[in-house]
């Protein structure tokens, strides 16, 4: 078995569940929309990086061809443009913006909804089918989500970090189903585009 990309995917969780609490640290000294701008170019200038390195070292083995997945072309363009505002400008200033008034714990925990979301918008918006599991795993994570927004010490539900916080979840859900469309091409390209813009 493989098991280089289950160590992709267990890297790439645990990076994402670090980013949160972190990005909360950096929000006490720098506004929500510059953080996140900076957030996404590191994600370019990393995957430059990393693209180069994978470049150097095909070369260096004597390989001349490309990284084997399809470049984006012309026609991929509205899927990317709707990705990227969805996913590459607005979702991460909304979390920002989110972050800004709730915990970093509760954000991470919020970000939770990026999977109802995606299967929302892909059953409404993409007319994907959904058995009775799927709406019943909605319905756990939603009513899941509304307990982590209580905060007991205030007495009262504080709306507005959450709503942030779930508004950037369903960018992102739409960037998901958006991108789909186009899963067939360079990933790595597409993040790079993504995180440049």
Known sequence: M???PLVAVLASAV??????????????GIPPIALAGLLYAGAFLGLAVYRGAAGCARRLNGSRGGAGEAPLEKRDLPWLAGAILSGGIAAPILLMFGLSR???FAGSLLLNFEAAATALIAVLLFRENAGRRVWAALAL?????????WNSGQGHLDLAGPL?????VVGWGLDDNLTRQISDKDPVQIAMVKGLV
């Open 2 to 4: 493989n098991v280089r």
């Open 164 to 168: 942030l916080v779930l508004a950037a």
């Open 15 to 28: 990076l994402f569940g670090v980013s949160t609490p972190l990005a909360k640290l950096l929000l006490g």
């Open 141 to 149: 994570m939603t009513a899941g989500g509304a307990l982590l927004s």
């Open 102 to 104: 709730v915990s970093g």
